[in-house]
Structures are given as structure tokens and as C-alpha cells.
């Protein structure tokens, strides 16, 4: 016996390739009662695959509290549950967390059954730094929203790790190479273990480029990964907090020269830098 009674099952399931099923997984999915997911009709795919026939209970982003009650009434009934998501491990940019906490929180038993994920999955193959990471999920939707997260994650030194959605992959690129740097190194993983897997590596600006110019590169499951900041660059968030103080008292040749003697760095760097700032300010 793989699973014991009142406990959820957090399962990780195949990223794309059904062959990465675990053993484990699969034989844990064969003896629960019933498997929470995001969408039925994908989960029945695998099921299919599986050659099992399960019960399957919807449990996604919005969903509310009365499927966590639900949920948490089987588990009192004594009944296993396995937790699955559309692909990959739960958790990692879903809901599944609020269920974990939940059925933590009444005290039942949470084990998980750990396999694929698209983020460590992309981040073996990159060629980037891989000794720190940050996952960040999904960017905003909004342009606003987006460059701010970034502005705020450009100093980091980590590896920085982002899933997007195919029709906002091009200008995504495009904000990172302008707020990150174009020369910073990256890499982009897409429809990783399908039939049309593809890695991409160069530059920011390489890449933004390349995508933007190849619709096929626009399609499928993708993970974009940035290399951290290895140092202080005109385009950190310190160096654009100074040179806009800066911008505030001085032209902008003044500013860029005082702001480079003051940081160290280019100052043709940073008047490129005042440039975008001042036509964000417009």
C-alpha cells in the first residue's frame, strides 16, 4: 500500500512527455479515493494513460471555500486524496497551496510525492547559474505592473526564473532587456519534454529579438530564465534612484557624467539611462 487514510497526497505529474509518470505517482493515484486538479477533462488524459478510472473533483484558482470544505469533509470521512495540477509539481504557480494549508491546518497528513517541474526541469539545461535561483512565476499582465517587478528584481544575484504565457513572451523579452540589461545573459525554455522542445540561450537582447521574429518561438509552455546581477550596472535599481535625483537638479549629460563618477560605470550608460527615464516620465 502506497497511501493511508485522511491524508492528501501532493502528486506530481508529467510536464508534457506522459513517460515521466513516477512509479510512485502512478501508484499512489491507482489507491486514493479521489484526485483533486485544475481541469478534469486534462487530468482524464492522464488518467487514461494511467488505464484508471478515479473520481475527479475540480480544485483551481477559482475555486472558493466551499471546495476546500468539500475536500477537507473527504478527508475527515477517512478518504485519501491525491492533488495534482494540469502538469508539473502543485504549488509551483497554482492554488494548491491554500488546500495544503487547510488540511494542515485541521491536522491531517500532507506527503508529497515529488517529479517533474518546468522550472527545475528548464534551469538543468540553461547553462546559467544554478547554485541560487529565485522562482517568480508569472509576470503581470499589465506593462506598469511588469516593469516594476523587474525593476525590483534586476539587483538580484540569483538566477531568476519566470513562466509566461505565449502572446506575452515578445514584449516581456522586450521589458527585460531594457530593464535588465540587454547583455544579460538568459535563456528560453519551451515545450520542454513535448514533441517541439526547444532551448534558446544568448543574450536579453538576442533573444528578445529572436522570439520576436519567430512565431514559432511564441507558442507552447514557456520558461524564460535570466542569469542575477554579477555587479552594479547603470541599469541596477540604486543607479536609476540616483540619477533620477540627480535629473531633478542637473541636464542630463551633467547628471550622467556626475552619476558614473559617483557609482562607477559608463556615463554613456547612464545617459541612455536618463533617456528612458525622462521618456517614462513624459
Known amino acids: 500500500m502506497y497511501t493511508e ?3 492528501l497526497y501532493v502528486v506530481a505529474t508529467p510536464i508534457g512527455n506522459l513517460a515521466d509518470i513516477t512509479q ?3 501508484a499512489v493515484l491507482a489507491e486514493v479515493d479521489l484526485i483533486a486538479c485544475e481541469d478534469t477533462r486534462h487530468s482524464q488524459r492522464l488518467l487514461d494513460h494511467l488505464q484508471l478510472n478515479k473520481p475527479l473533483r ?3 484558482e477559482h475555486s472558493d ?3 476546500e470544505a468539500n475536500l477537507l469533509e473527504s478527508l475527515a470521512a477517512g478518504q485519501s486524496i491525491a492533488l495534482i495540477s494540469d502538469a508539473g509539481t502543485p504549488l509551483i504557480a497554482d492554488p494548491g497551496y491554500r488546500l495544503v494549508s487547510a488540511a494542515r491546518a485541521a491536522g491531517y497528513s500532507v506527503v508529497t510525492v515529488p517529479g517533474p517541474c518546468a522550472a527545475i526541469a528548464a534551469l538543468s539545461i540553461a547553462g546559467l547559474p544554478s547554485d541560487q535561483f529565485r522562482f517568480c512565476g508569472f509576470l503581470p499582465a499589465r506593462a506598469v505592473a511588469r516593469d516594476k517587478v523587474l525593476e525590483q528584481l534586476t539587483d538580484d544575484r540569483a538566477t531568476l526564473i519566470f513562466y509566461e ?3 506575452r513572451i515578445v514584449e516581456s523579452l522586450a521589458a527585460m532587456a531594457k530593464i535588465c540589461g540587454g547583455e544579460r ?3 528560453i525554455g519551451r515545450e520542454l519534454t513535448k514533441t517541439f522542445e526547444t532551448l ?3 543574450t536579453l537582447a538576442e533573444l528578445a529579438e529572436r522570439v520576436a521574429n519567430d512565431r514559432d518561438q511564441q507558442r507552447g509552455e514557456i520558461v524564460v530564465m535570466v542569469a542575477g546581477q554579477l555587479q552594479r550596472s547603470s541599469g541596477s535599481a540604486e543607479s536609476r534612484r540616483v540619477l533620477q535625483l540627480l535629473l531633478q537638479e542637473l541636464p542630463l549629460k551633467r547628471a550622467a557624467a556626475v552619476a558614473a563618477q559617483l557609482l ?3 556615463k554613456r550608460s547612464f545617459y541612455q539611462l536618463g533617456l528612458q527615464l525622462q521618456e517614462r516620465s513624459r
Open 5 to 7: 487514510r485522511s491524508t
Open 24 to 26: 510512485r505517482a502512478a
Open 58 to 60: 475540480p480544485y483551481h
Open 65 to 67: 471555500g466551499k471546495a
Open 165 to 167: 504565457a505565449p502572446h
Open 185 to 187: 545573459r538568459a535563456a
Open 200 to 202: 534558446l540561450a544568448g
Open 264 to 266: 562607477g560605470g559608463d
